[in-house]
Nanobody, 125 residues
Framework: QVQLVESGGGVVQAGGSLRLSCAAS????????MGWFRQAPGKEREFVAA????????NYADSVKGRFTISRNNAKNTVYLQMNSLKPEDTAVYYC??????????????????WGQGTQVTVSS
C-alpha cells in the first residue's frame, strides 16, 4: 500500500511558476512509476506528466511540453512537478499517482493504482 500526499499548489499569475511535490510512503518508492494528472471543473481527468523508475525516463502531454518538468528523488520518496510559464488553462486540481506495475512513464490513468488527494492550482490572467 502506498500513500501519496501532494503539496505546493496555490494561486499564481499567468507566466508565473509553481513546484508541486508528492511525498510517498513505503520502502519501494524507487520501483514505482509516478505520474501527474489534472482535472479542471467540468472536464475529465487528463494526463500531465510521468516519470519511470529513473528520472531520465519521462513523458509529457503536448500541452505542457517545454513548460513543465517532472523529476523524482528516490532518497526522499518524492516526485516533483516544476511548472513554468503557467497559463490560465493550467488551472485544475493536480493529482499525483503511483504505479507498481510498470517501469516506463505511462500516460494512461488506468495504469496507476494509487492516487493522492489532489492540490489546487489556479492561474489568474
Amino acid at each position: 500500500q502506498v500513500q501519496l500526499v501532494e503539496s505546493g499548489g496555490g494561486v499564481v499569475q499567468a507566466g508565473g511558476s509553481l513546484r508541486l511535490s508528492c511525498a510517498a510512503s513505503g520502502r519501494t518508492f524507487s520501483r514505482y512509476s509516478m505520474g501527474w494528472f489534472r482535472q479542471a471543473p467540468g472536464k475529465e481527468r487528463e494526463f500531465v506528466a510521468a516519470c519511470g523508475w529513473s528520472s531520465g525516463s519521462t513523458n509529457y502531454a503536448d500541452s505542457v511540453k517545454g513548460r513543465f518538468t517532472i523529476s523524482r528523488n528516490n532518497a526522499k520518496n518524492t516526485v516533483y512537478l516544476q511548472m513554468n510559464s503557467l497559463k490560465p488553462e493550467d488551472t485544475a486540481v493536480y493529482y499525483c499517482a503511483a504505479s507498481p506495475r510498470t517501469v516506463v512513464p505511462e500516460s494512461t490513468a488506468d495504469e496507476y493504482d494509487y492516487w493522492g488527494q489532489g492540490t489546487q492550482v489556479t492561474v489568474s490572467s
